[in-house]
């Protein structure tokens, strides 16, 4: 014996009500609408007297429905997933039908078959049909919503009463799977608290929040994009420790892509909330008009394509519609994700995925003199600052040489703007990564000075862009301390008063491109990075967010070549401000193209004989305020 609600789901399925079923009970509701009517109007004994002339006019209204339906197409969708379009469209069939019965009475007046109604017979005849046609569409949903819930739905409270909150309102009601019910809005305006929003409450977000949640048995708190800084407010940071030591699951809107405000918030678009949702930051605003201007229809070069900051520069440039990307990493496997990405979201791109090493100048010269890009953007970089403490030989072949063979092409075939990608590391250097960094400006600004100058024939212009770390790329200290979380712990920290600066990978992206269409070449570009946070701080933070108990920080000591805090300026250079309010420009000691150009191929040169030493004490008489910490290089301080 099959159950009420088998029979239920069956017959609310798309197959068992075809569009002639609705379009037959819209009928219906007109037909007794317009009887009703008459009843209403002329009483019941007059209307079986003249029920074949009454017969005839409703015939003829139900033509003027029918023709009605069919324009606006009310009879299309699917009941159960009705929407206020669909009640929309129903509202304009019936006042297109009304004006069609109110026109022929007004043409051909009522003859002996046809009965008399006036225009308040008709006007209340479209609204029995309106509130009829709108009920059964919202009964059938409320029914096909109750037969259908899931047993593990989780009551919801909303943050955010504006237009990002009440988007997600209507997906998690139009849902048919959705794990949420919505149970309430939250805000920290005191002026809308207890106002009725969709039916539903609207509460005060403070210090009670945690208490009014766990008493109205709601599970999970959903920030909408537009509320997601009342999270990363530090008075509010005791308010989510609460939430989570309640057990109250936080969901976010995905850092992948960020709302438009226009489009409705899918559900799949939330996620847990994690630490790099609540790390303090300003939203980055960034007119990209001049940079659409300047990457459409030209060829863009972009090295390190594979890498985290590489790759998000090829989806940006790419929705800039560049005639053809030229993309180049050593990476095979994460270049072949980038070649299938670009084929799948971009196949009208013509796209070029090389697989090579940026240092290898023959290859390097077959790719310029093949493609000649008018812009190139220059990420490739080893970044890790313990690796290349340990592989000097590497930070200078790769960064320092490899930045050397792609600039030099970039003049020898014409490219107009090279733009490098730098790091905070490269302020007062103490470790081999930072000094081979600062290096590669060195260069890259002499070669500018040099071709203003005259002394070198070309016309590329070189920018160079410097900030700090990314959150989520490769190799980051978020994704270590999840693992160590997932482990059990310890989660290890290397000091307890070290702090670093976070940006967002696209917001870095973004500022990256920008300053690539500023200033007419030789700028070094520095980028606000916000608020530093302490490590130790972050690893808290994550430890509970992440629900574990018990879990050990350990601080290991400073590791080769690492230092506290990254310096944005050298101590001795200026910034000046640009027309973006989070970029500045560094003014920083010039040096002559001969004598950098001449040092560091003696640089280049030394690595052959893989002497860590040697290669770093020649880094130290190219950036003489380049002072190593924590590391067996800083014998070559002491020697001076």
């Known amino acids: 014996m099959k159950s009420l609600k088998y029979y239920t789901n069956y017959y609310l399925s798309k197959a068992t009500l075809p ?15 317009g009887l009703f009517t008459f009843c209403l109007h002329y009483g019941l004994p007059s ?29 299309n969708g699917i009941i159960r ?36 109604y006036n225009f308040t017979d008709i006007v209340l005849m479209g609204l029995m049909v309106i509130a009829f046609m709108w009920g059964m569409r919202v009964w059938v949903k409320t029914i096909y919503e109750q037969v259908s819930k899931r047993s593990d739905v989780n009551n919801a409270y909303i943050l955010g009463v504006q237009s990002g909150g009440v988007s997600i309102a209507k997906s998690i009601r139009s849902a048919a799977d959705s794990p949420y ?35 109205n048995d709601v599970t999970t708190l959903i920030v909408s994009p537009l509320t997601m800084d009342i999270l990363r407010r530090k008075e509010n940071e005791e308010v989510i420790n609460r939430l989570v030591d309640a057990g109250i699951k936080i969901m976010v809107m995905s850092q992948v892509r960020e709302w438009d405000g226009k489009e409705d918030i899918r559900l799949a678009d939330l996620h847990p909330v994690d630490v790099e949702d609540l ?27 594979a890498g985290s900051i590489g790759s998000e520069m090829v989806r940006q440039i790419a929705t800039y519609r560049p005639s053809r ?55 490739a970089a080893y970044k890790h600052v313990p690796m290349m403490e340990d592989n000097p030989y590497e930070a200078i072949i790769n960064n320092v040489d490899g930045t050397r063979v792609i600039a030099d092409l970039a003049v020898e075939f014409g490219t107009r703007k090279f733009v490098m990608v730098s790091t905070d590391k490269a302020v007062n250097p103490t470790n081999v990564m930072g000094c081979s960094k600062r290096i590669c400006e060195i260069y890259v600004q002499s070669l500018d000075k040099a071709i203003k100058d005259g002394l070198v024939k070309g016309d590329t212009q070189f920018v160079t862009t410097r900030f700090g770390n990314v959150l989520g790329s490769n190799g980051s200290v978020i994704p ?51 608020e530093p946070v302490r490590i130790a701080d972050l690893a808290k933070r994550m430890i509970r967010l ?57 640089l280049v040169e030394s690595t052959a004989g893989c002497d860590g030493m040697e290669i770093v004490r020649r880094m130290k008489k190219l950036v003489p305020e380049f002072r190593s910490q924590h590391s067996r290089y800083q014998i070559l301080d002491n020697k001076e």
């Open 325 to 379: 990307m030229i993309l180049i990493d050593q990476a095979e496997t994460p270049m072949h994700d980038v070649r299938l990405e670009m084929r799948e979201k971009w196949p009208d791109i013509a796209t070029e995925t090389i697989v090579a090493t940026i240092t290898d100048r023959r290859l390097m010269r077959h790719i310029f003199s093949r493609h000649r890009p008018q812009y190139v953007f220059h990420a």
């Open 279 to 305: 790390l303090p930051r300003e939203k980055i605003e960034v007119d990209m008009k001049a940079a659409a201007e300047l990457i459409q229809g030209n060829v863009v070069m972009i090295t390190g394509a």
């Open 19 to 33: 569009y002639w079923t609705i379009l037959l009970l819209d009928c219906c509701i007109v037909t007794l609408s």
């Open 181 to 215: 019910r919505l149970a309430g809005f939250v805000t920290p305006d005191p002026v809308m608290r207890h106002v009725m929003l969709m039916g539903v409450k609207v509460h005060l977000f403070d210090e009670s929040l945690p208490d009014v949640m766990t008493a």
């Open 81 to 116: 997933y009705s929407s206020f379009s669909d009640l929309l469209r129903i509202g304009g069939a019936v006042l297109l039908a009304m004006a069609i019965e109110a026109l022929i009475y007004l043409v051909a007046p009522p003859d002996r078959w046809l009965l008399h």
């Open 47 to 75: 209307t079986f007297a003249n029920f074949g002339h009454l017969a005839l006019t409703l015939a003829l209204f139900l033509l003027c429905f029918v023709f009605a339906f069919r324009v606006f197409h009310t009879y």
């Open 480 to 530: 270590i301390f999840q693992k160590q979380i997932m482990k059990g712990g310890p989660v290890t920290v290397t000091h307890p008063d070290i702090i670093r600066f976070f940006m967002l990978i696209p917001e870095a992206c973004r500022l990256v491109i920008e300053a690539g269409t500023m200033g007419s070449g030789g700028e070094i570009y520095v980028f606000d990075m916000g």
């Open 546 to 602: 992440s629900g574990a108990k018990d879990i050990e920080i350990r601080f290991t000591g400073l590791r080769d070549g690492e230092k506290l805090y990254e310096e944005v300026l050298n101590d001795k250079e200026i910034t000046l401000p640009t027309f973006h309010p989070r970029i500045k420009v560094a003014k920083v000691r010039e040096y002559g193209f001969a004598e950098v150009s001449a040092r560091i191929e003696q």
